[in-house]
């Protein structure tokens, strides 16, 4: 059989999952599954009971989504300046989003610029489309954050690059851009002609915003903006599958990229009814499920500090997100820490799976249990102690 050259890394086996597959772990500090980092038994029988709308019964095709569920979402997104229903895409994820924004604005073998370190999706999600992702720098101040890197940005831009991505707030990092960096990035795309994508899918959890970051970046832009958000982490509820694309260009273009957005979205018209449907119950609730969110960031987020307070390691600054990046010192590998980690029970991602410029990252979900965070970085501090005394 002959398989697509798209799906040129799918025989890779990496001595991480090997490293998983032949031990038991106990303190799980990736988990960030919403469904298994949280007790929703409380909100199970409303959750369930939006599904049975009985409009569910009429097959009704649009093919930016149900409009009513459009026009909701217009309404309760607290979009500055307000939006028009007719600016959003539904789809069943951001990952089917990004695919639709890719066949949207590229032709095979175009590029789009992605940020480092971020998402390791976009480059699953862009080979699939035939499209080749070139990374721009994010570059780390303490007490700062991640600001991006212009010159890498200049330095990236061909006659091939139709798109820039940005992840606000980004993971790994929870950081997000300033108002000066949207301002600057709006007329390096705008003379270029390329297209922005936001993704804004952690935009509810701003634990630490400074001022100079805006919550969205919906109405800094005057080119062709896409921001992206979602059930999956809005309403932890990934497995229903449901995100939606706002979408903005200069009012000469507008009606021709609704019109192509249109075509897209009636190929497949993939977002299920009773989903769309569901929408506006579960959005009421949004505020028990973010406030019990926060809540668990923010004491991760005290914990982690006060366990690393006096050690060998820090916490980098972060705005918000679900995950932390701590610096460790450069005695072993990330690989080696991981697999040493491992060993103890301890899973606990490695800065490389994001791309990080130098090795002496860890990455951590800020959902993790904080009884099983507190051990699992008990048994990093302990682990690095014996590493440091060897040397
Ligand atoms: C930055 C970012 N975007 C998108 C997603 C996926 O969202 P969805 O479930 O809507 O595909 C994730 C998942 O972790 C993510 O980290």
């Keep these: 059989?002959?398989?697509?050259?798209?799906?040129?890394?799918?025989?890779?086996?990496?001595?991480?999952?090997?490293?998983?597959?032949?031990?038991?772990?106990?303190?799980?500090?990736?988990?960030?599954?919403?469904?298994?980092?949280?007790?929703?038994?409380?909100?199970?029988?409303?959750?369930?009971?939006?599904?049975?709308?009985?409009?569910?019964?009429?097959?009704?095709?649009?093919?930016?989504?149900?409009?009513?569920?459009?026009?909701?979402?217009?309404?309760?997104?607290?979009?500055?300046?307000?939006?028009?229903?007719?600016?959003?895409?539904?789809?069943?994820?951001?990952?089917?989003?990004?695919?639709?924004?890719?066949?949207?604005?590229?032709?095979?073998?175009?590029?789009?610029?992605?940020?480092?370190p971020s998402y390791p999706l976009f480059e699953y999600l862009a080979k699939l489309e035939n499209v080749r992702i070139v990374p721009y720098r994010l570059e780390y101040t303490h007490g700062k954050g991640y600001d991006i890197d212009f010159s890498s940005i200049e330095k990236s831009i061909s006659p091939k690059t139709k798109a820039l991505v940005y992840v606000h707030p980004n993971n790994p990092t929870g950081t997000g851009a300033s108002l000066q960096e949207i301002a600057t990035l709006n007329s390096l795309t705008t003379s270029s002609s390329l297209a922005i994508i936001v993704d804004e899918v952690f935009s509810d959890y701003w634990v630490r915003r400074p001022s100079s970051i805006p919550s969205s970046w919906w109405g800094l832009v005057d080119g062709p903006l896409f921001v992206l958000g979602g059930l999956s982490k809005s309403l932890l509820l990934p497995q229903m599958k449901l995100a939606w694309t706002l979408f903005h260009a200069p009012s000469t273009d507008l009606p021709a990229l609704t019109k192509a957005i249109e075509l897209l979205g009636d190929t497949y018209l993939s977002p299920s009814l009773p989903i769309q449907l569901?929408?506006?119950?579960?959005?009421?609730?949004?505020?028990?499920?973010?406030?019990?969110?926060?809540?668990?960031?923010?004491?991760?987020?005290?914990?982690?500090?006060?366990?690393?307070?006096?050690?060998?390691?820090?916490?980098?600054?972060?705005?918000?997100?679900?995950?932390?990046?701590?610096?460790?010192?450069?005695?072993?590998?990330?690989?080696?820490?991981?697999?040493?980690l491992g060993k103890r029970g301890v899973k606990i991602y490695p800065g490389y799976f994001f791309d990080f410029e130098?090795?002496?990252?860890?990455?951590?979900?800020?959902?993790?249990?904080?009884?099983?965070?507190k051990s699992g970085i008990s048994i990093l501090l302990e682990v690095l102690e014996e590493e440091i005394s060897k040397t």
């Design 358 to 373: 130098n090795e002496g990252h860890l990455v951590v979900s800020l959902l993790t249990p904080p009884a099983s965070l």
């Design 278 to 340: 569901a929408l506006p119950s579960w959005w009421k609730l949004k505020p028990g499920l973010t406030s019990m969110v926060i809540k668990r960031l923010n004491e991760n987020l005290a914990l982690l500090h006060s366990l690393l307070e006096n050690s060998p390691c820090r916490v980098q600054t972060s705005h918000g997100g679900w995950s932390a990046v701590i610096e460790i010192p450069r005695i072993l590998s990330e690989e080696d820490i991981t697999h040493h």
């Design 1 to 116: 059989m002959r398989l697509s050259k798209r799906l040129v890394w799918q025989a890779e086996n990496n001595s991480w999952t090997e490293m998983l597959a032949n031990t038991q772990i106990t303190h799980d500090l990736t988990l960030s599954n919403p469904t298994e980092a949280f007790d929703l038994s409380g909100y199970q029988e409303d959750i369930l009971a939006a599904l049975s709308h009985p409009e569910a019964l009429l097959y009704n095709p649009s093919p930016l989504g149900l409009l009513k569920t459009r026009e909701f979402l217009a309404e309760v997104l607290e979009i500055p300046g307000g939006i028009s229903p007719c600016q959003i895409l539904l789809t069943t994820s951001t990952s089917e989003a990004y695919s639709l924004l890719f066949k949207l604005l590229c032709d095979p073998g175009d590029e789009v610029l992605v940020p480092v």
